[in-house]
């Protein structure tokens, strides 16, 4: 049981009420003491989830590059941001939608010499099936770098989807319970969506991907219909 | 430990070992949360942005400082943040006026947030938070707010809602213990 004071002393660590010797005393006192750490925990984590109350704003797009460059870090492709992908997956991605555009024995035949001459050695690219006649005329590509964790959509011929609902994009990942979001996909005025993305959460293997119809602003867990799917 | 959490935690730990994609994807997911934090404490993108650079350089130097039993990854970022936040606002505090500095800060509404820039599981998140804190009492919530946003002591607190020290303490306390007890419930 912790008691009044060690609860005040917690919650004035954790909101920086604390004088340095007192923050030090106490810290110590967590290493000593797995209830009052455990205690700690739970109020740092409650007291954290108020940052999410906050309104949320997407910072200005250059302010990561300016953060690398402060703490030292180079702009190299290995640093990439979702404004700035790597130019081999794009250029992947184009190959990719233009070899779908052609028949598929010969799609495959091509992928099989591209990846033969390493151009696309650690890239996966999945074209998706449409699983209900109103997708049938849809093209959909996925370019997948397991490395780095980001890849491309493209979709064309897509009607955006109806009031109150959007398209999101998942990968299926054997490893884990239930597929992983890979975010919400806007279809432009001309039924095209070109989407850079990352999952939500680490995948090990992508075994497919699909796109389904959730309710506007995505779901944690896919609960709408999918009406794209492909590996 | 949820998926999400987990997954956080597996990128501190690879920042820690100097991965820069693992830098550059936390930044991704939690910096629309972190600088809506630090723009919420400065009211100003000026000083937001040196706040959420400071955080994030933080966080790269001393990321192998991050402790999981301690604290999730998402709440040792957030603390990081503030923290630097509050360092900023006490810096500059002279010759500024309390009243003008608490302006609207039991205010958590925006008409610039940005709910697209979160991912599904933080908007569901998002949701239980407030849910969580409108059950808490109207005087408990305002004096957390302060508490947390605003960058003012618990005594600076108690002068600007003409309450004793006592009373501010005692209410933060309480919120906090509620908060920590709806939050395991509910999130």
């Known amino acids: 049981m912790i008691d009044e004071t060690k609860q005040q002393a917690a919650i004035d660590y954790i909101l920086g009420e604390l004088s340095p010797a007192d923050a030090a005393a106490f810290e110590k006192a967590l290493g000593q003491d797995e209830e009052l750490r455990q205690f700690t925990k739970e109020l740092t984590d409650g007291v954290a989830s108020i940052a999410l109350a906050a309104p949320s704003i997407r910072p200005r797009p250059e302010l990561l590059s300016r953060i690398q460059k402060k703490i030292g870090l180079s702009n190299r492709s290995k640093i990439v941001t979702l404004s700035f992908l790597p130019w081999a997956l794009a250029a992947c991605l184009a190959i990719a939608c233009l ?19 390493d151009l696309l050695v650690h890239l996966q690219i999945a074209a998706l099936q449409a699983q209900s006649d ?11 770098d397991p490395q780095k964790q980001e890849g491309l959509l493209r979709l064309s011929s897509v009607s955006a989807p109806e009031a109150g609902h959007d398209y999101q994009l998942w990968i299926i990942d054997p490893a884990q319970k239930t597929p992983v979001s890979a975010g919400v996909v806007t279809v432009g005025k001309a039924g095209v969506a070109n989407v850079e993305f990352r ?24 609960q709408g219909q999918i009406v794209l799917a492909g590996r | 430990m949820d998926e999400a959490d987990q997954y956080n935690v597996d990128l501190v730990r690879r920042i820690a070992q100097g991965d820069q994609s693992a830098f550059a994807l936390f930044y991704s997911r939690l910096s629309p949360i972190l600088y809506g934090v630090a723009f919420r404490m400065m009211n100003d993108h000026g000083d937001a942005e040196d706040v959420l650079q400071e955080g994030m350089a933080y966080i790269w130097r001393k990321a192998n400082s991050f402790d999981a039993s301690r604290s999730s990854a998402f709440a040792w970022a957030a603390m990081i943040v503030r923290n630097k936040a509050i360092d900023k606002l006490r810096a500059r505090r002279r010759g500024e006026r309390l009243r003008e500095r608490v302006k609207g800060s039991s205010d958590l509404s925006s008409d610039q947030d940005d709910t697209s820039a979160l991912e599904p599981l933080f908007r569901e998140q998002r949701n239980q938070v407030r849910s969580v804190l409108s059950q808490i009492s109207p005087d408990q919530r305002e004096a957390l707010e302060l508490s947390y946003f605003s960058g003012l002591t618990h005594e600076e607190i108690a002068a600007h809602l003409g309450a004793p020290l006592g009373t501010v303490k ?12 709806l939050f395991q419930r509910e999130v």
């Open chain 1, 99 to 117: 070899i779908l555009a052609l028949n598929t024995l010969r799609t495959k035949s091509l992928i099989a010499e591209l990846r033969e001459r």
């Open chain 1, 134 to 144: 109103s997708y049938a005329r849809t093209s959909a590509v996925v370019v997948w």
């Open chain 1, 199 to 222: 999952p939500v959460r680490q995948v090990s293997a992508a075994a497919g991907f699909a796109v389904s119809i959730e309710k506007a602003g995505g779901s944690t867990v896919p």
């Open chain 2, 170 to 181: 005692a209410r933060i306390r309480r919120g906090v213990l509620q908060l920590r007890k």
